[in-house]
């Protein structure tokens, strides 16, 4: 199993701002992964985290508004950039220890954007 | 990509009836897995179920792959089941495609 660590767990933003988002895991993994719970929401996947080359963004996910930073196999960062409103979610990050295993998710950041 | 669709949208039970939640999937799958998330938001892991079946107390879950779906199913519910489950399924790797969610209400 993995325990995952987020920061921050919620916060309120101005529009046109950035926020950037930590996650920590107590080992080291192989994948990890960025989703966005919008209000009332499924989870959708953001991008693939990859350590040390860019993440893969899932179709309608850019790395302008959503930069990924992956420096070692316990890190992981996302970024929320020139938000609005809309972007107000739930970003959960999430690893996978092995090929084909169970999925492991951080307790989330609630983002709302004012 | 990878369709996700789940049946019921909305459950209501009265605490100690039984409930079964489907999750069809459009393409094969090397993972599945049924996340419960509570009313706080956080995502509780089921079980991990790409084929056959598990049981852990008053839940288990079934899944045919070669049919394309997993079956949940609650047993004696209780007012703490009550929030939203999610099937999400993936190929290789472990990028998961979520499920639209089946909304569970319990009530006393």
């Known amino acids: 199993s993995a325990v995952i660590s987020q920061k921050p767990s919620r916060d309120i933003c101005q529009r046109g701002t950035s926020l950037t988002i930590q996650c920590q895991v107590d080992s080291q993994v192989t994948m990890m992964f960025w989703y966005r719970q919008q209000p009332g929401q499924s989870l959708t996947l953001i991008a693939t985290?990859?350590?040390?080359?860019?993440?893969?963004?899932e179709s309608g996910f850019v790395i302008d508004k959503f930069p990924i930073s992956r420096p070692n196999l316990t890190f992981s960062t996302l970024t929320v950039s020139n938000m609005s409103p809309e972007d107000s979610s739930i970003y959960l990050c999430?690893?996978?220890?092995?090929?084909?295993?169970?999925?492991?998710f951080g307790q989330g950041t609630r983002l709302t954007v004012v | 990509g990878i369709q996700v669709e789940q049946s019921p949208p909305d459950l209501i039970l009265q605490e100690g009836a039984n409930s079964t939640l489907r999750c069809n999937f459009s393409d094969s799958v090397n993972n599945l897995q049924w996340f419960h998330q509570n009313p706080w938001g956080q995502l509780i892991n089921l079980f991990y179920i790409p084929s056959g079946t598990k049981q852990n107390g008053r839940l288990s879950a079934t899944t045919v792959a070669t049919e394309r779906y997993s079956l949940l199913y609650i047993s004696s519910s209780q007012t703490t089941d009550s929030g939203v489950y999610f099937c999400a399924v993936g190929g290789n790797g472990n990028q998961f495609y979520f499920g639209t969610g089946t909304s569970l209400t319990v009530i006393p």
């Open positions: 999430s690893v996978g220890v092995g090929l084909n295993t169970e999925a492991f």
């Open positions: 985290a990859n350590q040390g080359s860019e993440a893969t963004y």
